[in-house]
């Protein structure tokens, strides 16, 4: 079993930044890739960032390529997700995930690939 925690959301100006960090516990945190996703109102839950387990590799979507930074910290057991230049479409539950299945620099993108869920963070994007 893998507990996700996710904290950091809230409401901001378009253009602004937040940080959102994911705390997991109950198995070995370098064992799995992590996985941000995020879904609208309405909207299916699809991947913004993903990392690997070490870290070397990290993949994000073309909607938040260049304004988001996923990292991680292995000792601290958590991930990260810096968002900056934020747009008012970013608004979403934003989730963290957990993949068992990937090999050390590998990682996957699709929602029924992850494991375990956290159980989400708003984050509202005023323009």
């Known amino acids: 079993q893998v507990q996700l925690v996710e904290s950091g959301g809230g409401l901001v100006q378009a253009g602004g930044s937040l940080r959102l960090a994911c705390a997991a516990s109950?198995?070995?945190?370098?064992?799995?890739?992590m996985g941000w996703f995020r879904q609208a109102p309405g909207k299916e839950r699809i991947i913004a960032a993903v990392?690997?387990?070490?870290?070397?590799?990290?993949y994000y979507s073309d909607s938040v390529k260049g304004r988001f930074t996923i990292s991680r910290d292995n000792a601290k057991n958590t991930v990260y997700l810096q968002m900056n230049s934020l747009k008012p479409e970013d608004t979403a539950v934003y989730y963290c995930?957990?993949?068992?299945?990937?090999?050390?620099?590998?990682?996957?993108?699709?929602?029924?690939?992850?494991?375990?869920w956290g159980q989400g963070t708003q984050v509202t994007v005023s323009s």
């Open positions: 109950g198995r070995t945190f370098s064992n799995y890739a």
């Open positions: 990392i690997s387990r070490s870290g070397a590799t990290t």
């Open positions: 995930a957990a993949d068992l299945r990937s090999s050390t620099t590998a990682y996957h993108t699709a929602v029924y690939e992850y494991d375990y």
